[in-house]
């Protein structure tokens, strides 16, 4: 059973259009993170969220955590090519000490046409 | 942020061997850790290296498979022992660092990943 469900699994989109990725849990989290990986790189983070209901904007993505710490998405408005790869949730359970114990949902790839 | 160099960058190694991958982090981390990534998929933690003890092991993935060394505060490395074609994956290490912009949150930054190909 994944602790971070993350769903769509594949999602390919034109230029210009908008999405949104989930990432559910069952379990509460202390904290959300997202990270975006393009190929023949490591994941590099976009955003924390700590606080249940947070949501935060980063040009042309919107970050949300959900009011009980069990949810969160990622919305990208006007999507463009160089939006273009795999993007992972990942989390710190409630009462977790380490954070290199990130729970990872399964991630997202995504594939922006010209 | 910490800035983490990983080598080799990819290799492809006969089935049976064995393959080190070496981590080299810019400055003194008190833990690194290794995860494992399938073609496409997400991330698996492998191990927990803390300087002068042994590697903490997650479940599933065991010392003579995946030897760890962390002589210094500043480097580690990982061998994949008795290579098999199951073993194809990349091969990532990362170090807690500090989000800025997010409370003193801890998240991770990772090096670039090794991609190993078993034939």
């Known amino acids: 059973t994944q602790l971070l469900e993350q769903s769509p699994q594949f999602l390919s989109i034109q230029e210009g259009e908008n999405l949104t990725v989930y990432c559910n849990s069952s379990s509460v989290f202390s904290s959300l993170q997202w990270y975006r990986q393009e190929p023949g790189e490591g994941p590099v983070l976009l955003v924390t969220?700590?606080?249940?209901?947070e949501v935060k904007k980063l040009k042309r993505l919107t970050f949300q955590f959900g009011d009980a710490r069990k949810d969160s998405s990622l919305h990208i408005t006007a999507a463009q090519p160089g939006d273009t790869g795999l993007y992972l949730c990942a989390g710190v359970r409630a009462g977790g000490t380490s954070y290199g114990k990130l729970t990872f949902g399964q991630g997202t790839i995504l594939t922006v046409h010209p | 942020s910490a800035v983490i160099s990983q080598k080799p960058s990819r290799d492809i190694c006969q089935r049976g061997t064995s393959l080190t991958i070496q981590c080299q982090v810019d400055?003194?981390?008190?833990?690194m850790f290794w995860y494992r990534q399938q073609p496409g998929q997400s991330l698996t933690l492998i191990a927990t290296?803390?300087?002068?003890?042994?590697?903490?092991?997650e479940s599933g993935f065991v010392i003579d498979k995946f030897p760890i060394s962390r002589p210094n505060l500043t480097f580690s490395t990982l061998t994949v022992s008795n290579l098999s074609p199951e073993d194809s994956s990349i091969y990532l290490c990362?170090?807690?660092?500090?989000?800025?912009?997010?409370?003193?949150?801890?998240?991770?930054?990772f090096g670039a990943g090794s991609r190993l190909t078993v034939l």
């Open positions: 990362s170090v807690e660092d500090w989000d800025m912009g997010s409370s003193g949150a801890n998240v991770l930054t």
């Open positions: 969220v700590v606080t249940g209901g």
């Open positions: 400055s003194q981390v008190t833990m």
């Open positions: 290296a803390n300087q002068g003890s042994e590697a903490t092991y």
